[in-house]
């Protein structure tokens, strides 16, 4: 306007996170604060001691943790994934105590802390106005420590509402804790909240159910790139799918849990007979079908000539676990299996000659081959007896390919949605010794291998 005094911009702080503006306060509340502190600085300070940081001290997996950093930048969110499994455990009825006077005076945070601090167990904070994301910061930070109590007062494993059958038997806490939990993953992974519900029976927990849908989302990328380079799946890239993923604790594959455990961390995808005899494609694969075809299309890229007719019906996905001694119950022809992740040792050992005329604890080790499964592809027959060496290393997965014995008896959508998702499904009348021979077998092999960074390398030929 002319002769108008030009009205000065304010100069806008983008926030380097959001990529928004900054919110402008002027104090932050801290007069407020300050003057509802119950103690001065000095008072504070005695108790900011080695004394009080011993008894409370901060979980060993935060001791010389990296800073948190966004999913999106490769880090795992606000607080770890182990928190979050441990917080997600906590009833109304769990013992903790507060470190006394933890958080220093001038702050709000320290107003609500002297308020909620005297609580002796998780349903006395909440009704003191301490919420789910307190306690994952005060767990963290050793502000705060569960006591021993009575069985049930901390769950095995994290609630699961679809496995709930009255949510009006849920407490406040329960209630809390799954409204947080969700919009938090949401938040974390970029999901639309609505696909977190997770369906009553459904076996996965909110966890669980976020984790995959980045694994498939992640899967999905990965094929679209493969696609557009025109290039096989990598061993790099199964890996990073694989450590997304989240395995499900199986208690019923008692044939291979090793001793002293009680159940091992194993998924089944494509074709399953259940209990009830039903033969039907799991869940899990028809939930996560990006997921379920890279890992099919990082073998059928591979495949050697000698094998090109190789048929599946199955995956067995398997995390950091060795397999005791076992034979499979009633597979049909011969099985697949490579191994992923940073490692030593777990080699797979296989009686190629087992025709389970011996029990399993009198074959001999001398009868048995070794497999190199970090380095080598190998075929065998999973009905002869094989098991797996122990390993050190942060992960090991393996991946088996194989076919249910019953493949003939699935209805024929369930066969044609299979090999919608890659899978090599074989004809009702095959010959399940076409690749491999016979236990013993004189004129075919009755083991094959092949090594992978080989394959890899003639696979990007062409």
């Given at each position: 306007?002319?002769?108008g ?5 304010k100069?806008?702080?983008m926030s380097l996170i959001?990529?928004?503006a900054?919110?402008v ?9 300050a ?6 600085k000095a008072?504070?300070l ?8 011993k ?8 001791n010389?943790?990296e800073?948190?950093t ?13 928190t979050y ?6 009833t109304?009825n ?6 006394p ?5 001038g702050?709000?945070?320290h107003?609500r802390?002297?308020?909620?601090a ?6 006395q904070?909440?009704a003191l106005g301490s919420?789910?994301m307190?306690?994952c ?9 569960v006591?021993p109590?009575?069985?049930?007062d ?31 993953l949401?938040?974390r992974?970029n999901?639309?909240i ?7 029976g ?16 992640r ?8 696609a557009?380079?025109?290039?096989a ?8 799918v ?10 019923t594959?008692?044939?291979?849990i090793?001793g002293?455990?009680n159940w ?16 039907h494609?799991t ?8 997921f379920t075809?890279?890992?099919n299309?990082w073998?059928?890229d591979?495949l ?5 007719g ?7 996905l398997n ?14 022809g011969p ?18 000659d087992?025709d ?8 001999k080790?001398k009868?048995?081959?070794s497999?190199?499964?970090?380095k080598?592809l190998a ?7 094989h ?5 050190k ?9 194989f ?7 699935a209805p024929?959508?369930?066969?044609t949605?299979l090999k ?29 291998s092949w ?12």
């Amino acid at each position: 306007m002319k002769g108008g005094k030009v009205k000065k911009m304010k100069k806008v702080e983008m926030s380097l996170i959001t990529g928004k503006a900054k919110r402008v306060r002027h104090d932050n509340g801290r007069t407020a604060a300050a003057k509802a502190a119950v103690m001065t600085k000095a008072e504070w300070l005695a108790f900011q001691t080695e004394k009080y940081k011993k008894a409370w001290p901060k979980p060993a997996y935060m001791n010389g943790a990296e800073k948190n950093t966004y999913v999106r930048d490769g880090g795992e969110g606000a607080y770890k994934d182990k928190t979050y499994e441990m917080v997600t455990r906590w009833t109304a009825n769990t013992k903790i105590s507060y470190r006394p006077h933890a958080k220093a005076p001038g702050s709000k945070s320290h107003v609500r802390y002297e308020e909620y601090a005297g609580a002796k167990t998780v349903g006395q904070a909440l009704a003191l106005g301490s919420y789910p994301m307190d306690w994952c910061y005060d767990y963290e930070h050793g502000f705060i420590k569960v006591l021993p109590g009575k069985e049930g007062d901390i769950r095995e494993e994290p609630l699961d509402i679809s496995k709930v059958d009255d949510e009006r038997t849920l407490t406040d806490v329960d209630n809390h804790l799954v409204r947080w939990f969700r919009r938090e993953l949401a938040k974390r992974y970029n999901l639309n909240i609505q696909d977190l519900y997770t369906d009553k029976g459904g076996g996965e927990s909110v966890l669980m159910r976020a984790h995959r849908m980045v694994a498939d989302r992640r899967a999905e990328e990965i094929l679209k790139l493969a696609a557009k380079e025109k290039r096989a799946i990598s061993d790099d890239e199964i890996t990073l799918v694989m450590s997304t993923w989240a395995f499900a604790r199986n208690t019923t594959r008692q044939n291979v849990i090793p001793g002293g455990q009680n159940w091992v961390w194993s998924d089944t995808m494509g074709l399953l007979r259940d209990r009830m005899g039903d033969i039907h494609a799991t869940k899990p694969t028809l939930r996560y079908r990006s997921f379920t075809r890279i890992i099919n299309k990082w073998l059928t890229d591979r495949l050697p000539a000698e094998v090109r007719g190789f048929k599946f019906t199955s995956l067995n996905l398997n995390c950091n676990y060795a397999a005791k001694r076992h034979r499979d119950g009633n597979n049909f022809g011969p099985s697949m299996i490579k191994a992923f992740g940073k490692f030593e040792g777990g080699e797979l050992n296989y009686f190629p000659d087992d025709d389970k005329s011996v029990d399993l604890e009198k074959l001999k080790v001398k009868d048995s081959k070794s497999i190199n499964l970090s380095k080598n592809l190998a075929m065998f027959n999973g009905n002869s007896a094989h098991e797996v060496n122990e390993f050190k290393g942060d992960f090991r997965f393996s991946i088996v390919y194989f076919t249910l014995g019953c493949h003939a008896k699935a209805p024929k959508e369930v066969m044609t949605s299979l090999k919608s998702m890659g899978f090599h499904t074989p004809a009702p009348d095959e010959d399940p010794y076409t690749l491999l021979g016979k236990p013993g077998s004189k004129s075919k092999p009755t083991l094959r291998s092949w090594d992978a960074d080989a394959l890899a390398k003639k696979t990007a030929k062409h």
